[in-house]
């Protein structure tokens, strides 16, 4: 039985203390809106009340399109604890996929901001389960919703309207809280959910992992939080969660503009954000970014890896850069690499390295690099990375197949290929599906990556294996060269050579040749999307 | 249903990842032992094959008694990891005392040190139900065990030659994990108890909270952690659990003796540390505390109120002194307090103040002031205090009586009279059955201590309520001096007239008398037994 000693875990109960009366930081939208920790709370409550009358019922799934907003930060709170399934919607997958994930998912209502109307306005080729649409603005609809749905406008005045009473109903702390679509390049979206108790305990957690670091990458109640992941990407990591229940001053930069992003950070002094290699990459090619002193501001980078040439770029402007790791079925964090004491007074091509790294396991995850027979790897060995914790998702919703596999062995795979250094750290070295067999050794294409994105003139590198007669597959170098730049090709090739002779790189893996492209194909999240450059740059059939 | 990616919340989780193998620090036992995170962890799974060896069985309840040892935080995983109960006895209770709570535990095995056999060989009032003694140490046992006890000797032995291979059972989160008793002033004492759950949840969130302080009281990695609270008492506060998820350096200090411990401190750098004030007074006033250098040394004073004479004491040495509030029956942890960097900008004098105060809710801890129906009073008026979160004893084992007053209302009563301030942060002004009712106002018997605390020549300090026909009660102050001190009592007396004309202290609370004396009655924990102080110093009847 449960008792008040000891309540269920529940999103609710990730709040400051006293309804946040003594926390004397704010809540910041970038669209001019700021208010106070008490105020927030308040609007978690209005919320609840306003779809309770426009008809929410418990148990129904509320989609949410929408930008960076403070709306999008009141509803990872009013939506689970009204008994309701937040689903996080990817608006950067394609209108007919968005539909898709809606129909997936049953949900009733929508919340949506209006430049996403047109998202909800194509074909419906699964059904459209909507019932009513709310929203954002006051703005009229152009074109046609589905029929028989109801279109409700201006969620903001109703908040701003409704009272704050609202008791939380009470929750089993396994009632799904979330969900969102993986934006996997291959098939349909696949739907992770999590419960109440698991964001609770994710949240417990970073906040552990995260505080008791002695010096590097440290998350506390002085930090100016501002996410550049989305809302709707695996809860920005959790970390509005955790900012909030620390009652740290948070920034909401709604749409992702660059100039305004930098803006945000020094306006607002942020200290804390994170976000994927690609959109740290585009932030400091800002001629503002050279403005900004970046001296000890923290930014962690997950979603994919964090390539040697970005980390020492920005290393040189003083930012305190750092990596994580972690997947959309996987809470999402499992692992931060803060360096240790010892770690920081390393010279900074040292530093390089070590910040690169996946890192050390958030308290209470279980991670191993096993191999095909799922066997555990020793220390420097790769193999598959896989994962236990308690904020794992159960399954992809509707999908035994896919569960299954993802689950193969009671271990949740992660489809990536690493190992575990004398450090304890992780560093992960391919997608499964990216690595590169040559010869029968394995080639990691992020290896590759990681080392021509260091040299002169290189603005961005992909690796992928082609089809090759004599070894199986050999790898292929595509590059963007910057602006300007002349003989890239030949000076890749040249370093790869003489990184070969120093050791650095096994002599197999050196690529025979170099392309030079004019942009890389990329997924809705900004990662390398390999299975389309295999596609054009693999042999033509 | 619990899946891999939803794991039940063990205390055989609460470790650092991969066996320790990566956790550069030890752990340190006084009497000479020091060894890694790995050998701490085979450690454990030995000690669990010795004890089903020696025919202990899941769901048993196992009493150790000992001074805080290796052998002492092994078995805080040990036991409870193999599904058994681990009590952990008061050894400052009578023999007596020690005896009624074995037998009320129902405990059938004893893992007992040498020096506290004799408690176990007087009379079982209430019939002894252990099956099996186990020695720490090979001496013999003098004098009688019960009749029907088998004795073991020498568990440390047994541990060395053990196997390390033992697999954890699988355990419900909720079955009870340890057990131990409140030592109260008043009756028999009562069995506290909580499950993994609650340990886990304990564990997490006092270290996000103690980790996201910006600056004050943060408790890192690279912290060296030794208890000055009893691992018998309320799991040393938890911090135990804590300190090990983090895999930080820890010092077990045997018995406490003053000059051990400063040694201790010393030699092996530890910097971060909890006990109650009388021990800090204790290890203050030893020689040895001069020699030390204390800058930044953190103090965590809980079990009872933070004296402000002493806090400025500590501040004095550069101690980084600071408190925190709970209970035996709340996990215990409920506020630790941490000061803002803006309070820690204020002087000194302020800081004291500020020190002293019991502080702001652990995340996840709903505590109020509440009146006597338990209605929550506004900001800076005085009630109970009161509490729910996911930590709290689900009541007094076999004592329904007092379990419904402790959870009456749904909230746990502490007992304590409180109130919290415009800064959010609690302060407790006395025990609900210590405060002094005069002319219808309330007399807070711990302000008038601390205030007494600081005039020159005052040791020690209790106030007590008295009798009396006009008042109903008026406060007497009793009053240990420092040696050779002359006039202490005019002193105080004078002292707190003028605190009273300045407007510090309502006038009618100034005592009337002041009772030199030459000690003060405390309880097994170092609290002062005002129970007892009454009877001798109250009217005779």
């Given at each position: 039985?449960?008792?008040?000693?000891?309540?269920?875990?529940l999103?609710?109960?990730?709040?400051?203390?006293?309804?946040?009366?003594?926390?004397?930081?704010?809540?910041?939208?970038?669209?001019?809106?700021?208010?106070?920790?008490?105020?927030?709370?308040?609007r978690?409550?209005?919320?609840?009340?306003?779809?309770?009358?426009?008809?929410?019922?418990?148990?129904?799934?509320i989609?949410?399109?929408?930008?960076?907003?403070?709306?999008?930060?009141e509803?990872?709170?009013?939506?689970?604890?009204?008994?309701?399934?937040?689903?996080?919607?990817?608006i950067?997958?394609?209108?007919?996929?968005v539909?898709?994930?809606?129909?997936?998912?049953?949900?009733?209502?929508?919340?949506?901001?209006?430049?996403?109307?047109?998202?909800?306005?194509?074909e419906?080729?699964?059904?459209?389960p909507?019932?009513?649409?709310?929203?954002i603005?006051?703005?009229?609809v152009?074109?046609?919703?589905?029929?028989?749905?109801?279109?409700?406008s201006d969620?903001?005045?109703?908040i701003?309207?409704?009272?704050?009473?609202?008791?939380?109903?009470?929750?089993?702390e396994r009632?799904t809280?979330?969900?969102?679509?993986?934006?996997g390049?291959?098939?349909?979206?696949?739907?992770?959910?999590?419960?109440?108790?698991?964001?609770?305990?994710?949240?417990?957690?970073?906040?552990?992992?995260f505080g008791?670091?002695?010096?590097?990458g440290?998350?506390?109640?002085?930090?100016?939080?501002?996410?550049?992941?989305?809302?709707?990407?695996?809860?920005?990591?959790?970390?509005?969660?955790?900012?909030?229940?620390?009652?740290?001053?948070?920034?909401?930069?709604?749409?992702y503009?660059?100039?305004?992003?930098?803006?945000?950070?020094?306006?607002?002094?942020?200290?804390?954000?994170?976000?994927?290699?690609?959109?740290?990459?585009?932030?400091?090619d800002?001629?503002?970014?050279?403005?900004?002193?970046?001296?000890?501001?923290?930014?962690?980078?997950?979603g994919?890896?964090?390539?040697?040439?970005?980390?020492?770029?920005?290393?040189?402007?003083?930012?305190?850069?750092?990596?994580?790791?972690?997947?959309?079925?996987?809470?999402?964090?499992?692992?931060?690499?803060?360096?240790?004491?010892?770690?920081?007074?390393?010279?900074?091509?040292?530093q390089?390295?070590?910040?690169?790294?996946?890192?050390?396991?958030?308290?209470?995850?279980?991670?191993?690099?096993?191999?095909?027979?799922?066997?555990?790897?020793?220390?420097?060995?790769?193999?598959?990375?896989?994962?236990?914790?308690?904020?794992?998702?159960?399954?992809?919703?509707?999908?035994?197949?896919?569960?299954?596999?993802?689950w193969?062995?009671?271990?949740?795979?992660?489809?990536?290929?690493?190992?575990?250094?004398?450090?304890?750290?992780?560093?992960?070295?391919?997608?499964?599906?990216?690595?590169?067999?040559?010869?029968?050794?394995?080639?990691?294409?992020?290896?590759?990556?990681?080392?021509?994105?260091?040299?002169?003139?290189?603005?961005e590198?992909?690796?992928?294996?082609?089809p090759?007669?004599?070894?199986?597959e050999?790898p292929?170098?595509?590059?963007?060269?910057?602006?300007?730049?002349?003989?890239?090709?030949?000076?890749?090739?040249?370093?790869?050579?003489?990184?070969?002779?120093?050791?650095?790189?096994?002599?197999?893996?050196v690529?025979?040749?170099?392309?030079?492209?004019?942009?890389?194909?990329r997924?809705?999240?900004?990662?390398?999307?390999?299975?389309?450059?295999?596609?054009?740059?693999g042999?033509?059939?």
């Open positions: 039985m449960q008792t008040f000693g000891d309540m269920p875990l999103i609710s109960s990730l709040l400051p203390a006293d309804n946040g009366n003594f926390v004397p930081n704010e809540i910041v939208d970038a669209a001019g809106l700021r208010y106070g920790y008490p105020e927030f709370i308040r978690i409550r209005k919320f609840a009340n306003v779809l309770a009358t426009l008809g929410v019922e418990q148990g129904e799934t989609a949410v399109l929408d930008w960076d907003s403070h709306l999008y930060l509803s990872y709170y009013a939506i689970p604890s009204m008994g309701c399934v937040l689903q996080t919607v990817n950067r997958l394609s209108p007919e996929q539909r898709y994930t809606i129909s997936h998912a049953g949900a009733k209502t929508a919340i949506v901001h209006p430049e996403f109307v047109p998202f909800l306005q194509g419906w080729k699964d059904g459209c909507l019932e009513r649409v709310i929203l603005g006051a703005n009229d152009g074109g046609t919703i589905p029929e028989g749905v109801t279109v409700h969620i903001l005045t109703r701003d309207d409704a009272s704050a009473d609202y008791v939380w109903p009470e929750l089993d009632a809280a979330t969900r969102f679509y993986t934006s390049t291959t098939g349909l979206p696949k739907a992770v959910f999590y419960s109440h108790r698991q964001i609770v305990l994710h949240t417990l957690a970073i906040l552990a992992t008791t670091s002695p010096v590097q440290r998350l506390h109640k002085d930090d100016v939080y501002m996410p550049i992941t989305p809302l709707f990407h695996a809860h920005a990591w959790g970390t509005p969660y955790a900012a909030t229940l620390i009652g740290a001053k948070q920034v909401y930069p709604g749409r503009v660059p100039e305004k992003l930098l803006r945000l950070i020094q306006d607002e002094g942020v200290t804390f954000s994170h976000c994927v290699a690609s959109i740290l990459q585009m932030l400091l800002d001629p503002l970014a050279k403005e900004i002193d970046w001296k000890g501001r923290k930014m962690l980078i997950g994919g890896p964090l390539p040697e040439g970005l980390a020492r770029r920005a290393l040189d402007t003083g930012m305190d850069i750092f990596s994580g790791y972690g997947m959309s079925e996987t809470g999402p964090v499992q692992t931060i690499n803060h360096l240790t004491t010892a770690e920081l007074q390393q010279p900074m091509e040292e390089v390295a070590l910040r690169t790294r996946a890192g050390r396991p958030v308290v209470l995850c279980n991670i191993k690099a096993v191999s095909d027979d799922c066997a555990p790897l020793p220390v420097g060995v790769d193999g598959e990375i896989v994962f236990r914790s308690p904020w794992l998702t159960a399954a992809y919703a509707d999908d035994a197949v896919a569960s299954a596999e993802l193969a062995g009671s271990w949740l795979h992660s489809g990536d290929i690493g190992h575990f250094g004398a450090d304890g750290a992780l560093r992960i070295t391919d997608r499964l599906k990216d690595v590169i067999k040559s010869g029968g050794e394995w080639i990691s294409s992020q290896q590759l990556e990681g080392l021509i994105s260091q040299v002169d003139g290189v603005s590198v992909a690796v992928i294996g082609v090759d007669e004599k070894w199986g050999r292929l170098a595509l590059i963007v060269p910057v602006a300007g730049a002349a003989n890239c090709d030949k000076r890749v090739l040249d370093r790869l050579a003489e990184l070969a002779d120093a050791g650095v790189l096994p002599r197999y893996a690529p025979e040749t170099v392309k030079l492209v004019d942009g890389l194909a997924t809705s999240v900004g990662k390398l999307n390999k299975k389309v450059l295999r596609t054009l740059y042999p033509k059939e």
